[in-house]
């Protein structure tokens, strides 16, 4: 299973770090993709890493905003949140898809491939 957390109160133009820490199977053999969902909207992702960490992805929103790093040894994925605005607001999934090679890219355009998802944690942005 997944667990998130590190969301809350914060406000604009503020930082936030979240956490999504895997227990029950390896998290160095999936990539890891965080979703969101705010009130009244469809789930949209957000970001996503490679199982080797070096391929990474961003929904052009968060671009030069947010940064995603894993630490494996630690099963651990985090999302970075930098700058946030009021319409970051949302609840934050993360979750995993087991991806056989190494390297390769990671997508949140199909979430319905990820197979583990965390519950989720609320991020609120205060303006």
């Known amino acids: 299973q997944l667990q998130a957390s590190g969301g809350g109160l914060v406000q604009a133009g503020g930082s936030a770090r979240l956490s999504c820490v895997a227990s029950?199977?390896?998290?160095?053999?999936?990539?890891i993709g965080w979703f969101r969902q705010a009130p009244g909207k469809e789930r949209e992702g957000v970001s996503c890493?490679?199982?080797?960490?070096?391929?990474?992805y961003y929904s052009d929103s968060m671009k030069g905003r947010f940064t995603i790093s894993r630490d494996n040894a630690k099963n651990t994925v985090y999302l970075q949140m930098n700058s946030l605005k009021p319409e970051d607001t949302a609840v934050y999934f993360c979750?995993?898809?087991?991806?056989?090679?190494?390297?390769?890219?990671?997508?949140?355009?199909?979430?319905?491939?990820?197979?583990?998802w965390g519950q989720g944690t609320q991020v609120t942005v205060s303006s």
């Open positions: 979750a995993a898809v087991r991806l056989l090679a190494l390297r390769a890219p990671c997508s949140v355009h199909s979430s319905g491939r990820y197979k583990y």
């Open positions: 029950g199977f390896t998290l160095a053999e999936y990539a």
């Open positions: 890493i490679s199982r080797s960490a070096d391929l990474t």
